[in-house]
């Protein structure tokens, strides 16, 4: 098996040469317009940084130098009936295709890896159940679709299906989910169900706030079990105030949390019933981007009893195009790479 190598100028010039060859000039009577031909665009990104790791075990890694890149191409043949496919290289690594087909009826996605169906690729038809803090949900995988359709119009709802490939298995069988959302009289509602487990939700607005109620069985391969809850958010000036309550198994539980902006940054506050207390701040902070998330749960990638954190400042270079230059502390891997890193980012 061959593989072929393309250099950044090659990519820029293939991606160009395709942009070019997608719009088509026509002569019609002394007029000149266009016509759309199936596109083909290459995008991504592309890093070098260096990282010092996490301690772990006892033990600490010294720092070292790396790079990544991440690289999708994706073609798309317009119209009525149009089919995108996308293909993409992650973390140095091939992925597979994913091939979306849309029509005036349904939208289906196929791929090995990932049926880019839902809000996030990969993202099961269940996961349009929309829960409350400290409720379950339904599934434990937002990436287990390998097939994903979806009618976005049926009578004003959209309902959703997903599931596996190969169905020769019970496991894989009961990864089938159906999801369905819309609304009705000034109710927002959503539903999902996976196997044994399902949940639905209500939303309205009432007296200037949003009042959600939540409601699921969901199977934790023992038994059913049930689960409520009622979120309301409300404007308090310029914040915004967030509480909520859940009955999970006969566990009674909350949260509180109150966002809002301040000179340019956005700025969140939350505690619950687990005496988890979470903080975050984001913003210009002068020529970067300030980035602070605190956890006071225990950090899952750290030995010792370490709060969670993600803290990191970016510069973006002036006169390029999503060229970036930032230094970065992460127990948690979420916005930031866990460790002690400086990373120079480009995008293309």
């Known amino acids: 098996m061959k593989k072929a190598l393309l250099t950044t100028t090659a990519l820029v010039a293939f991606s160009g040469a395709a942009f070019a060859d997608s719009v088509a000039a026509v002569s019609d009577a002394g007029k000149s317009h266009h016509v759309h031909k199936p596109t083909v665009v290459f995008h991504g990104t592309a890093n070098v940084k260096y990282n010092v790791p996490l301690v772990l075990n006892g033990s600490k890694a010294d720092g070292k130098v790396s790079s990544d890149v991440d690289l999708d191409v994706t073609m798309t043949s317009p119209g009525a009936y149009s089919a995108t496919v996308s293909y993409g290289m992650e973390g140095n690594a091939i992925a597979g295709a994913t091939v979306t087909v849309t029509t005036p009826l349904f939208n289906v996605s196929v791929g090995a890896t990932d049926a880019a169906g839902g809000a996030n690729g990969g993202a099961d038809a269940s996961d349009m159940y929309s829960d ?12 287990s679709s390998d097939w994903y359709v979806k009618l976005p119009n049926f009578g004003g709802w959209t309902l959703a299906a997903s599931g596996k490939n190969d169905m020769s298995t019970t496991a894989n069988r009961e990864k089938t989910s159906i999801g369905l959302s819309g609304s009705v009289g ?6 999902g169900g996976m196997h044994k487990s399902g949940g639905a939700s209500v939303s309205t607005s009432l007296m200037g706030a949003t009042v959600k109620v939540a409601m699921g069985s969901i199977h934790n391969g023992t038994k059913a079990v049930s689960e409520t809850g009622v979120q309301v958010d409300m404007p308090l000036g310029g914040m915004n105030l967030s509480i ?3 009955q999970t ?11 809002t902006t301040v000179a340019g940054y956005s700025v969140s506050a939350g505690t619950d019933s687990d005496s988890d207390s979470q903080f975050s701040i984001k913003g210009p902070m002068g ?3 300030l980035h602070i998330d605190w956890d006071s749960s225990d ?3 750290t030995d010792a009893e370490d709060a969670t954190i993600e803290a990191g400042i970016t510069y973006s270079v002036p006169g390029t195009k999503g060229t970036t230059i930032s230094a970065s502390y992460s127990n948690d891997d979420d916005d930031f790479d866990a460790g002690t890193q400086v990373k ?5």
């Open 299 to 301: 950090s899952a990638l």
């Open 186 to 191: 000034g109710l927002a509602i959503t539903a």
């Open 287 to 289: 020529p970067v981007a």
């Open 344 to 348: 120079m980012a480009f995008s293309f």
């Open 249 to 259: 198994d006969g566990n009674n539980n909350w949260g509180a949390s109150v966002s």
């Open 244 to 246: 909520n309550s859940t």
């Open 132 to 143: 409350i803090d400290h409720m379950t949900g339904i599934g434990s995988d937002e990436d």
